[in-house]
C-alpha cells in the first residue's frame, strides 16, 4: 500500500489521461451529431399567448420583462398560426419544470407547463469548449503523456 501511495504523490497533483485515437473520432461524430439536430424532447413553461399585429411587439416586451427577472433561464418566442407564444426553460424532466413553475407562476398567472423540442444540454466534448494538449515528460518511464486541461468559455 506504500508502494502505491508513492506513486501517486509523484505526480504532482496532475492526472495523466492516455486515450485511444479513436476516441477523438467519437467526440468528432458526437458533435455532428450535436449539430445536426441539438434538441431532445423536454419541457418548457408557456408564459404569453397573443395573436394579431402586435402580437410580436407584446410578445417581445414580454421577453425583455421575464429576463430582467430571470436571467439565467432561456426564452423563445415560438409562432404556432395564429398565435406567438413565450415560453421559457429547457427542462429535461417535468420535475425540474415543476420546480421552476412554482417561482415562475408567481409572477406569471396564466403560465403552464407544455412539452416541447428542447435544447440538448451543454456537454464538454460539443459545446464551445477549448481543451489545451501540454506535453509531460513522466518521471517514472520517461514517456510523453498528455495532460489535459478543459476550460468552458461560456
Given at each position: 500500500m506504500f508502494i502505491s501511495l508513492c506513486s501517486f504523490?509523484?505526480?504532482?497533483?496532475?492526472?495523466i489521461l492516455e486515450q485511444d485515437q479513436r476516441i477523438e473520432?467519437?467526440?468528432q461524430r458526437?458533435?455532428?451529431?450535436?449539430?445536426?439536430?441539438?434538441?431532445?424532447?423536454?419541457?418548457?413553461?408557456?408564459?404569453?399567448?397573443?395573436s394579431g399585429n402586435e402580437a410580436v411587439e407584446l410578445g417581445?416586451?414580454?421577453?425583455?420583462?421575464?429576463?430582467e427577472k430571470y436571467p439565467d433561464i432561456p426564452v423563445y418566442l415560438i409562432?404556432?398560426?395564429?398565435?406567438?407564444?413565450?415560453?421559457?426553460?429547457d427542462f429535461r424532466t417535468r420535475l425540474e419544470a415543476?420546480?421552476?413553475?412554482?417561482?415562475?407562476?408567481?409572477?406569471?398567472?396564466k403560465?403552464?407547463?407544455?412539452?416541447?423540442?428542447?435544447?440538448?444540454?451543454?456537454?464538454?466534448?460539443c459545446d464551445s469548449t477549448?481543451?489545451?494538449?501540454?506535453?509531460h515528460e513522466d518521471a517514472i518511464n520517461n514517456s510523453n503523456d498528455i495532460e489535459l486541461y478543459y476550460y468552458n468559455d461560456l
Open positions: 504523490s509523484q505526480n504532482n497533483g496532475y492526472v473520432q467519437l467526440i458526437q458533435n455532428e451529431i450535436h449539430s445536426a439536430d441539438n434538441t431532445i424532447d423536454g419541457f418548457r413553461i408557456q408564459i404569453f399567448m397573443e417581445n416586451i414580454e421577453s425583455e420583462k421575464f429576463k409562432f404556432g398560426q395564429p398565435y406567438y407564444r413565450l415560453r421559457v426553460g415543476e420546480k421552476a413553475f412554482q417561482t415562475i407562476s408567481k409572477d406569471y398567472k403560465a403552464f407547463i407544455t412539452s416541447d423540442r428542447i435544447q440538448l444540454p451543454n456537454n464538454i466534448f477549448i481543451m489545451i494538449e501540454e506535453e
